[in-house]
């Protein structure tokens, strides 16, 4: 593709989260998370030994950090509040914890960066998840109690809020491919953790909708949900079967959020599909208002891979859970090795084209969006700068195609680079490392710019992807 620009007041930021930057684990009286209790109890599953206690010391550096993202361009940063770290064990605010992140808030602010405020990235309670995480309604309205606390606290600061990132990935990890705490197998018990995030997300909307009502949330505050939504591909010549797992991975991926941000209900097709297979959802009189509650003011689009489905194999897996669609094995997928993950930068226009043709009202950005890459120290040049060209060109594809979905009518307003700063992530811990800043772990979490962030640097600038 030629030289093409991003219009003027498209807006360029980083996507972060608190688990996998703030470290300070026991500090500020910060409760146990999922996270902490699998760190503690089997730290071999992270790499290197390396668990949740690490973040990429944020805590103490985020002045640093905050210039560090204003001096590459940056108008804007995302993270997460921890749920563990706002609230004590009685569901009450812990003003250590709130202290923390008015400091933190006001920080950013002082250096021209708009904060973006996420509620939840993973980080369940572990004392809640033992009373049954999102599969009990207790859960449920203690994380709307959470939320509403948090508008309140941070209500006149904070201009954008996101219930969730990426909901349908404890589903997945957690409890349909067992690769997170608590390793489960179970695709029922899956669709009714997703039901229960759908339900915690629209009495989250319906709190923040109040308080902003009565003022105690700006009037110019926007509320969103944030998902890795994943544009779904069959093989050239489909069955009528194929078409149908589309669907249905579509129905429970991607439409499952997307009706429910915009329509207030979820998809019907997906859920009579679901029921017919046996798999009902705890539905309780008055969910359907509930649901009805959880429209957004605009949407952010994690984007690192696509969905490549067909048929389902058999019917049933070795675990009793029924098959729905099937992986395939696209011949000229181009593989991000370290991560797994297909590279296909035209999957972005592809969502934003479906967007503007099934959701056209809403607003979104992208809000995360970057590569991973193992053993990157192999990049270093003499001067000890890692040549990182292969993220250059990942990112440079992925905006040329994002700014012609924008001049097709796609109503994408900015875009996040995941990481920014190298990070923790999960149980790959620092395996992988997204950033175009460097953190060496053997010099104290000390910052060194990768060649990427004088090509983003460049961008952010001109908003031409040279
Ligand atoms: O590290 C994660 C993040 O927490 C959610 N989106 C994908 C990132 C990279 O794997």
Redesign the pocket.
Known sequence: MSICTLPEGFFFGA?M?G??TEGAWQRYGKLESLWDTWSNERIEDFHNRVGSYAGNDFTNRYKEDFELLRSLGLASWRTSIQWTRLLDANGKLNPEGSEYYHRLFASAEAVGLETFVNLY??DMPTYLFRRGGWESREVIEAYATYARIAFREFGQEIKYWFTF??PI?EPQQRYTDAVWYPFHHDFAQARTVQYGISIAHSLAVAEFRELQGTGQVRADAKIGLIN?FTPPYTKEDPSEADLLAVRMADGIDNRWWLDLVTKGSLPEETIGALSSRGINLPVRAGDEQILAQGTVDWLGF?Y?RPERIQAPERDVDEYGNPVFASEYAWPDAVMNES?GWEIYPKGIYDFGMTMARDYPDLEWFVS?N?I?IQGEGAFRDASGTIQDDYRIDFVRQHLSWIARAIEEGAKCRGYHY??VID????N?AYK?R?GLVEVNLDNGYSRHLKKSAGWFKRVTATHAIE
């Open positions: 996507a989260s688990p996998q990235h993973f990132n990426e990935v890795c994690n690192y991560r995360e970057g991973g995941w990481g990070c923790w992530s999960w790959n992988n997204y």
